[in-house]
């Protein structure tokens, strides 16, 4: 165990000068950043890209859509998993309303990841036993078809992670250019949450003989509803 | 761990025998080569994304004292244990204690080029934790007992079948050597080890020094899995993996995502500010940065190798390079190997003897500085570890005559034609058809493998000089 | 203009056609040509070996000798960047030499650079019937930047099928010292070389280092495949005889 200022001196004495007692001047950066018009051009972009990459995705405009896209993805599937498991639907405590009424009227219950238990080992457990983990998100980028979420008490990091499917909601507002604009944006709100997590499809390795293989620890099958209201 | 008991020539003749690792090897550096074609041309400007990149970089190394502070300061500000680490030794040491502290019986490690740097895992296994490796490939050679092949992809000299025979025992049945059944195997056996894991030791590709953040990204997801259950979370971090801001970090990370795999992002890119905050329902409650130095704060003060700091571990250099091509990792030795391999474990391990061969390993084409997204020289870097090697003495004798004489003859023009003379007579001996076919040493280093063409009879010096005095 | 050739050391004693017919060829286009005495060779062997200060001396020479050259053209992008890419480091502790030096870089160029960027005469009028294909050398790509030159000579030669090459990118193993040093890999990476050159389909292997040249020759030789290597200047100087 070293003390900081030896260490830092150190590294002060091998740079040749005292070490800066200010922000050094930032560096110019000029890359020109990939931009698009409008909010709906980046939505069909964002939705495009995040399909490329395996996800599977779909842009609403109303309740109605909403109920449709879900009933198509799914079907009777959650029917079929609640026998089994009550809580196969694992979700932040907060979705978007759209999200929510669309849940209550096709009758799926949504277990909500913070209050599933007291003990975290046994939320984990519930977690990676769901079939379907439910999430919104606070940002998105066009470019390479990501969602961003932040963490927060009321939501859980687990949710979307360790079920083997992900679903996550977005507005197409919140849908950027690139991570450029992300990372502004996140930076300007201050110290960062604990977490912020983006994620561009589904979990992938080529370790093996560079073959891509899907889902090898987080979700197999990724989808996001971006809603347009 | 076979490898590391052979001289380099043995490891470069096992690797040259070795079909299915070259095959494998051109096949993925292609892949990985073409994929990021692809990802920097779509920028269409990818030499000024390189240029930022490079700026970048330079700026941190050049005030990495105080960004360094302004990291650490953050971290300890809220309540992360800040560990500095001279040696690996030192770092060993620290991960020991937290681990022996907890009392863990399950570390899960996601992949961590520093863990290898420090040969941290044997070193846990003595204490009788279960160390396990979640990133597929570093999970096949953790079995296999053997160090990385390739800087992203460490498992790329196995065969799926040789996958398939390492995983059996484990499964304690016959399994099917396609990938889609390897991975759900491992997604299976890992989920357990996700779950009941004590303590998350991680890697860190960019440490946000105003914000005090690590980043890391994964394909795979087993960094979130790592960063996220486990109640204690270690990461390792070299110290020089610094971004000053958030501002920064976007080109970082599109240099890295697109120069590793040609991906405009990797598929998860997780931002830590640890630890939790208290009302968080997951993530570590307690969470310790483990800092290490290993001799890089002597590359900082060495101006001839300072842009070596500028690493950003992406392989591409790894993918265009023709030695690596041929070998594969293994032959070099070394925990890093390829060309930036080359250039740090010198100056890492400051071994000459053990670490001599691997400035050599290269024609010095500049393929990996052409590839390098923060564009390190890599091949001028290799000629000065040369130049270092030769000036403190530690290359042949022999050598060093050949280039006394090289120095006398080549400064001398006229006595220089006499000797080509004598070579032209010399060389009879070993002439057939035109060309050399053999020779003494080092000639026959040459001449085993390939002919040489003959001593003109006359140098072309001679040949002007006569034609212009017939003038 | 009064040209200097730079005769490097491997042209000079093994292929010393090679440097006769650059001569020819500028003469041809109208130039006067000289050969400064007592040039020798770049240093490059003992540079990229690490012997930096035999390199000075040998590099010291080079520089003496064509002090008062107005323009120094040699047959070899590799010397010639070992010029432009390290003299200014060999020398940096040496302000005379220093600003020799750079003056020596202002004005040295690799053959078919100078041919076609500064004498802009891509045409030399040659005819050559041949399938062929070319290697483009590390050296001359990669630290002198040189692209399109040697191709845009080579497509004004009538009759000449230039054929790609496969991965020509790939280094071809010669690495001067690395060849003697590292003897097995520099083998594995020229029978690469050698087999995309053969499924490149050409009778002809073309380049502008006779370095490279005669580590691909010297293989194919060895493996008994009748290819045969020509320095682009070899080509050009048959094919401006017809
Ligand atoms: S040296 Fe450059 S190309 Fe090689 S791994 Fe580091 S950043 Fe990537």
Known sequence: MTNTTEFINHLASKLGRPTPTETPPPVEISVPQYRLSNTEERASIFLQNWQALGGKGA??????????????????????????????????????????????????????????????????????????????????????????????????????????RHLAFIETTKIRNNLFEVLEEISALGTPPAAIEMISGPSRTSDIEMDLSIGVHGPIEVYVVVTDN | MTMYNLTTDQRVDKALADNFLRQATRRATDRLRNNKYKASDELGNWEEWRNAGETIRKHVIANLDFYLQQLIEQMEKRGVHVHLAKTPADAVGI??????????????????????EIHLNHALEEDGAAVVETDLGEYIIQIAGEPPSHIIVPAMHKTRQQVADLFEPIAGHALSSDTPTLTRFVRIQMREQFLRGDI????????????????????????????????????????ERIVPSFRELDIMLNLLARSATGQRLSSYTTILTPPKKSADSDGPEEYHLVILDHNR????????????????????????????????????????????GSVITPLLEKDWKKWGHLPYFSSLCGACTEGCPVRIPLHDLLVKLRMRKTQSGHTPQVEQQIFKAYR??????????????????????????????GGPAPLSNWTKSRTLPMVAPKPFMQIWADLNNKR | MKVSLFATCLTNAFYPEVDLTMAKILKHLGHTVDVPEGQVCCGQIAFNSGYVDDAREVARTLIDSFERSEVVVGPSGSCIAMIHHYYP??????????????????????????????????????????????????????????GEAPLKLLQHVKGLELLPLPEAQLCCGFGGTFSVKMPKISEAMVAEKAE???????????????????NISGYLEKINKPVKTMHIIQLLGEGMKS
């Open chain 2, 200 to 239: 998350g030791i991680t890697g860190c590709n960019f440490a946000v020094a105003n914000t005090g953040s690590i980043v890391m990204v994964t394909n795979e997801g087993n960094g979130r899995m790592v960063s996220t259950l486990p109640r204690v979370q270690i990461t390792l971090m070299g110290m």
């Open chain 3, 89 to 146: 480091t060999l020398f940096e502790k040496e302000p005379v030499y220093l600003k020799k030096a750079e003056d020596l870089i202002h004005k040295s160029y690799e053959f078919t650079q100078f041919v076609v960027d500064v004498l802009n005469k891509p045409d030399l009028g040659a005819h050559y019937k041949a399938k062929a294909t070319y290697h483009p050398s590390c050296h001359a790509t990669r630290l002198l930047g040189i």
């Open chain 2, 297 to 340: 704060s002597e590359i900082l003060g060495d101006k001839l190798f300072r842009t070596a700091l500028n690493c950003i571990r992406c392989g591409a250099c790894f993918n265009v390079c023709p030695v690596y091509r041929q070998l594969g990792g293994h032959a070099y030795g070394s925990v890093y190997s390829g060309p930036i």
């Open chain 3, 196 to 214: 995309h050159v053969l499924t490149s389909g050409a009778d002809i292997l073309l380049g502008l280092d006779m370095g490279c040249l005669m």
């Open chain 2, 408 to 437: 006398y003859l080549f400064t001398r023009e006229k006595t220089l034609r006499r000797a080509l003379r004598l070579g032209a007579h010399l060389q009879r001996p070993f002439v057939r058809n035109h060309r050399i076919t």
């Open chain 1, 59 to 164: 842009i609403v405009k109303s309740d109605n859509d909403m109920l449709q896209c879900l009933k198509e993805w799914f079907g009777d599937l959650p029917v079929t998993w609640f026998k089994d498991n009550p809580q196969a639907l694992i979700a932040w405590d907060m979705l978007p309303s759209i999200a929510e009424s669309a849940f209550s009227t096709l009758n799926w219950p949504l277990t909500r990841y913070t209050q599933s238990s007291l003990d975290p080992r046994d939320r984990y457990s519930i977690a990676a036993h769901a079939e379907l983990g439910i999430t919104g998100s606070d940002l998105g980028i066009a470019l390479s078809g990501t969602i961003v979420m932040n963490s927060d008490p009321l939501r859980g990091r687990a949710v979307s992670l360790l079920p083997p």
């Open chain 2, 95 to 116: 991960v020991r204690n937290i681990v022996r502290e907890h009392d863990a019986k399950s570390v899960l490690k996601s992949k961590s080029m520093i863990s290898e």
